[in-house]
Each structure stands twice: as C-alpha cells, then as structure tokens.
C-alpha cells in the first residue's frame, strides 16, 4: 500500500512531471520525449488505468486519497498530497478537479496492426476493423479530443492521424475526450498522404470530408454502405492539402442550410461518423 507524502514546496523536484502543464509548446516537446502524459480527474485517471497504462505518480489534494485508495494500492506509484494553491502554483492553473496522474506512454504501434485490431465484439463475434478516422494537421488539443469522443461512441475502430497532427495525449484532448483516446486504437502516420495506398490495399475506400465541385453529399455515401471506408477530416482553417485530395476516392459534403458553409471538425465528425455508422448484418 502506498502511503501518501504530503509536499509543501511547489519546487519540489518530485512535482516536475506536473510543473507548467499550461505551456503549450513546453509540454508538446517534452511529454512525448519524457514518455509521460497527464491524466486528469478521477474518470480519466481510472480509464487509463483499466486500459494498461502504468501511472509514474499522483498529485492529489487530500480529499482525493479516500476515493482513489484502490487506484492508489493498484498503482503503487508515489501519492503527493498538496493543497489546492500548491497545486496552482505548480501547474499554472486551478486544478479544480483536485487529482492528477503522470502516466507513462505506450510505444505507438504500426499502421497495419491498427487496421486488424478491432476493438469491439462481443461473446463468440470476430470482431473487424470497418470504420476509420483519419485527421490531417488538426493541431486544437479540444477539436481533437471531441473528436476521438465521437469516434469512441459513434463507431469508429480506429483513429489514424498525420504527422502534424496534434498530440491527442496532451492533457486538454484527455481530458476533452472523457479518456476515450485510451479506447480507440489510434497511431501516427509516418508517410502522407502516401499511406492512403496502405488504407487501400487493406480494402477500404477513402473519402475526404470537403467542398468541391466533385463532392458527393455525405447522404449519398452513407447509402453505399461500404464494407470499410476510411473518413478525412482537415483542419477548419485551409481544410484538407491537395495531396490528400488528389489521392482520396471520394469527396464528400455535409449538406447545409441559412448559408453555413462548414462546421468544426469535431461536430462534423460526430454528424459523419453517426451517418456512415455500419448498419447490422
């Protein structure tokens, strides 16, 4: 059982997996490099718990230790107690939900593995890998992890991202995600829009959410139904690269009213997703 330490100096090298989690730029360097990501919240912490991941330490405000005794006893890794401005003046903002984990990371795994691991089925099904996310250069920690939400509840089995794309283990996309991006397999791309051979090779057809002469609506692609289909979503801003489009099967538009062009990525995900959901065999 590991016994809670108490920490009253905000300086205390024991704290630095915590120290300025609100610098953006600092912790995308350094979290992938160090191996570590932040959980926060007692749902969070406990869903990258339950998906395997081995927790390096805690920061908890004393309240916290009741309720997190089992994650605790489980973890063995070291519990430290500090007050709430403690934890403010460690971490740079008001951690309100009074409970951190630093998590040690997994290595990401290939592409091919991801298109065979589904990770859904129940008793006696052979569960297959039929329905593919696949975001280009999203670099908004929440727009990413909305969408790895989406993906987790409207069933997506995987998640592929491009080599700028944001990393959906920095804290705000956790904590955005409700920890889905510990569900749904996901890696990155190495090779893009080169990769989109390997989708294709493996059976499915790609399809580009985007506005261009040639898009069909997302109602037409919805009723092709097909076996494996692989969906593009590119940042809000300049949208998807001319290379991703020139290489994609079909492009496809959300049909929209009142003169609105587009929505955010993540709520045209969640309207994607829902529609080309897999109907029951």
Same mark, same amino acid.
Request: charged content about 25%; aromatic content about 6%.
């Given at each position: 059982?590991?016994?809670p330490?108490?920490?009253?100096d905000?300086? *205390? ?6 120290t ?9 360097r350094?979290? +992938?490099?160090?191996?570590? !990501? ?28 009741? &309720?997190?005794? *089992? ?5 063995? =890794? ?13 971490t ?16 990401l ?18 569960p ?17 992890? =909305? ?15 491009? +080599? ?14 409700? #920890? ?12 893009? &829009? ?11 057809t790609? $399809? =580009?959410?985007?506005?261009?002469d040639?898009?069909?609506?997302? *109602? ?12 593009? !979503? ?8 001319? #290379? ?10 959300? &049909? ?5 062009d587009?929505?955010?990525? =993540?709520?045209?995900?969640?309207? $994607?997703?829902y ?7």
């Open positions: 059982m590991a016994e330490i108490t920490v009253d905000p300086e *205390d090298p024991r704290l630095r997996d915590y300025g989690l609100t610098d953006v730029e600092l912790r995308r350094r979290e +992938p490099a160090e191996g570590l !990501f932040i959980a926060e919240g007692e749902k969070v912490i406990r869903r990258a718990e339950q998906a395997g991941y081995a927790m390096r330490s805690m920061l908890l405000s004393a309240k916290w230790v009741g &309720p997190l005794r *089992d994650v605790i006893d489980a973890a063995s =890794a070291p519990v430290y107690v500090v007050d709430p401005e403690l934890a403010e003046r460690v740079g903002y008001h951690v309100h939900r009074g409970a951190l984990a630093s998590m040690a990371r997994k290595p795994p290939p592409v091919d593995e991801v298109l065979r691991t589904a990770w859904r089925g129940g008793a006696g099904e052979e297959a890998v039929r329905r593919v996310a696949l975001f280009e250069d999203i670099v908004d920690h929440a727009n990413l992890g =909305a969408a790895f939400r989406n993906a987790a509840a409207l069933g997506v089995d995987a998640v592929l991202l491009s +080599p700028r794309c944001a990393d959906p283990f920095y804290r705000r996309s956790v904590k955005v995600s409700m #920890g889905a991006v510990f569900q749904v397999p996901w890696t990155r791309l190495e090779s893009w &829009p080169g990769e989109v051979a390997t989708l294709r090779a493996a059976g499915f790609v $399809a =580009a959410l985007c506005l261009s040639r898009a069909i609506t997302l *109602d037409e692609l919805a009723a092709r139904d097909d076996e494996r289909l692989a969906l593009v !979503f590119g940042t809000e801003g300049a949208g998807l690269t001319p #290379g991703i489009l020139d290489a994609a099967d079909a492009h496809v538009r959300i &049909p929209m009213d009142a003169g609105v587009s929505l955010n990525v =993540a709520a045209a995900s969640a309207v $994607a997703f529609a080309t959901r897999p109907r029951p065999s």
